[in-house]
C-alpha cells in the first residue's frame, strides 16, 4: 500500500479546553510546521484533546453514585463516582476485578473503564469521557483541514500485553480495506483477509504521541496509498452477530 511512511509531530500545540477551536489550532500547528495536505497524508488526533475541546471533563464531585456503581467500586477499589461515569458511558459490563472494569462502550467498543481517563486532563478531580460521536469529530476536522482525520485511543487487546494506538474516530479514509477476492503474491484468491486501515494508522501515530508528558497529540502521517471509498470507524466494531466470545 506504501513504500515509505512519515510520522510527523505538529509542534507547540497548546493544552486544550473546554470551547477551544480544535480545527483552528491544529491548522495553525500544521503551518507552524510548514505541512501543506497533500495526497496521501491523514492527520492522527488523540482522542483526549477532542474530548477537551468538545467539554467532556466530568468533575467527580458532580457524580452522585448509584447503588451499582457503590456495589460494583467495592468490588473493584475503585472510586463510585468514577464507577458511575463508567456505567453512564456504557451498556454492560463484561468483566471485572479488582481495580479493572471491562465494558461495553455506548459505542460498541470493548474496554476498560469504558475510555475514561485521569491521565493528563490537567484539572484535579476531574475525568475525560470519550467524545459524543467521534466519527463526527472526525468529520468535522476533516472538512476544517481538508485532508482526512483519525481520531485515536489507546486500547488493552485480548490475550496480549500492553496498550496500543487504535481508531475510534475516522472520516476522508476507509477505516477498513476490504481485500477479500485480490489474489495474493501467488495468485490465490483472498478469502476473508479485512485491514483495520485506520486502526494501523492509530498505532503508527502512538509511536510519536507516545503514552506519557510527550505533548504530542497530533501527528501527520505522510505517505499512505488507498484507493477505497470512506468507511467510519465505527465499522470496525464487530457486531454481535460476529463476536464469538459474546
Known amino acids: 500500500m506504501s513504500d515509505a511512511v512519515s510520522l510527523l509531530a505538529l509542534p507547540g500545540l497548546p493544552m486544550l479546553a473546554a470551547g477551544d477551536d480544535l480545527g483552528a489550532i491544529l491548522a495553525e500547528g500544521l503551518a507552524r510546521a510548514g505541512l501543506v495536505p497533500q495526497p496521501g497524508d491523514v492527520l492522527a488526533v488523540a482522542q483526549k484533546v477532542v474530548s477537551k475541546a468538545e467539554g ?22 475503585k472510586d463510585p463516582r468514577l464507577v458511575e461515569l463508567i456505567l453512564s458511558e ?3 459490563v463484561v468483566r471485572s476485578r479488582p481495580n479493572l472494569i471491562i465494558v461495553q462502550h455506548r459505542l460498541g ?35 476544517r483541514l481538508g485532508l482526512p482525520v483519525v481520531i ?43 485491514t483495520g486501515f485506520a486502526d494501523e494508522i492509530a498505532a503508527a501515530a502512538g509511536l510519536v504521541m507516545g503514552q506519557g508528558a510527550e505533548g504530542q497529540p497530533a501527528v501527520l502521517v505522510r505517505g499512505l496509498r488507498w484507493s477505497a471509498p470512506p468507511v467510519p470507524a465505527s465499522e470496525l466494531v464487530r457486531v454481535g452477530a460476529e463476536d464469538l466470545f459474546q
Open 152 to 194: 485515536t485511543d489507546s486500547f488493552g487487546r485480548a490475550w496480549r500485553r500492553g496498550t496500543v494506538g487504535v481508531a475510534i474516530g475516522a472520516a476522508g479514509l476507509p477505516a477498513l480495506l476490504d481485500l477479500r477476492g485480490q489474489p495474493d503474491l501467488f495468485g490465490r484468491t483472498l478469502m476473508v483477509s479485512i
Open 90 to 92: 456504557s451498556v454492560r
Open 56 to 77: 467532556r471533563s466530568v468533575p467527580l464531585a458532580s457524580v452522585t453514585p448509584s447503588p451499582r456503581a457503590e456495589a460494583l467500586a467495592a468490588e473493584t477499589g
Open 109 to 143: 467498543f470493548v474496554m476498560a473503564n469504558a475510555g475514561i481517563d485521569q491521565s493528563n486532563v490537567g484539572e484535579a478531580g476531574h475525568a475525560l469521557l470519550l467524545p459524543l460521536d467521534p466519527d463526527g469529530s472526525a468529520a468535522a476536522l476533516s472538512a
